[in-house]
């Protein structure tokens, strides 16, 4: 059994990268954001479909992101009627890195996946997975 | 006393030893929190404040009503209600 701090492979398809950066881009400058829909299992997680929401924040949406509770769960009970789960959060920073912020983190619920959408200074997309794992972010590794 | 589900989504099911969700008997929200608390108290802890309020970043619905926008705690359950726990995701 892998132990809780390694990493863990995150699946996510090349449809599903492109949904995200489509999103990303066409909601800059502000965040964009939504859910990740799939099945976890020991040192993987397999993201089987992603929701693009609404950026709920009543904050500054250039810098951050907020979920509707109602959204979340609209999700959650589709997730439930096909047996799968709500597996992590997918949000954008349309001006950084894809380094999680202090706010990602100070947030963060343990174990759970977040993908990020960054942009480098040409334009173009990279992704990161992170989960919050013994009190800090630890990147996992993304894979089709 | 009335029979209802409780769910609880991924992100909490570690306070909860893992279970997605259970079924208690209960007349409110808040006494069915209760119940769920003498079970799992790590995951009370997430869910409530020392005063036994909902904390800001969770919300509990009933069905499909958010118990801020109904009663609160006091808001009353029926027989198979779904309560399920969801938890704020926000960053930056």
């Known amino acids: 059994m892998a132990k809780r701090y390694e990493s863990i492979q995150v699946m996510l398809?090349?449809?599903?990268?492109?949904?995200?950066?489509?999103?990303?881009?066409?909601?800059?400058?502000?965040?964009?954001?939504?859910?990740?829909v799939g099945t976890r299992r020991t040192g993987q997680a397999e993201i089987e479909s992603i929701t693009v929401l609404a950026n709920y924040t009543r904050r500054d949406r250039h810098s951050y992101y907020e979920i509707a509770p109602v959204d979340f769960l609209r999700v959650e009970n589709e997730a439930h009627a096909r047996n799968r789960d709500v597996i992590g959060a997918w949000h954008s920073h349309p001006h950084g890195p894809i380094l999680p912020s202090a706010t990602d983190r100070d947030l963060a619920w343990p174990d759970w996946c977040y993908v990020i959408a960054g942009f480098r200074d040409d334009g173009t997309m990279q992704l990161g997975a992170w989960r919050f794992v013994d009190n800090r972010m630890i990147e996992d590794q993304l894979s089709q | 006393m009335k029979n209802v589900t409780i769910r609880i989504p991924a992100a909490l099911r570690e306070f909860a030893g893992?279970?997605?969700?259970?079924?208690?008997?209960?007349v409110t929200a808040g006494t069915a929190l209760e119940k769920l608390a003498e079970r799992f108290p790590l995951l009370?802890?997430?869910?409530?404040?020392?005063?036994g309020a909902v904390r800001t970043y969770v919300n509990i619905f009933v069905g499909e009503t958010n118990i801020r926008d109904s009663s609160g705690l006091e808001t009353r359950l029926a027989d198979g209600d779904i309560v399920t726990i969801i938890p704020a995701v926000a960053g930056g």
């Open chain 1, 13 to 36: 398809s090349a449809s599903h990268r492109r949904s995200i950066g489509r999103a990303a881009a066409a909601a800059k400058p502000i965040e964009a954001c939504g859910l990740l």
């Open chain 2, 44 to 51: 009370s802890q997430r869910i409530v404040d020392q005063d």
């Open chain 2, 18 to 26: 893992g279970m997605a969700e259970l079924e208690l008997q209960a």
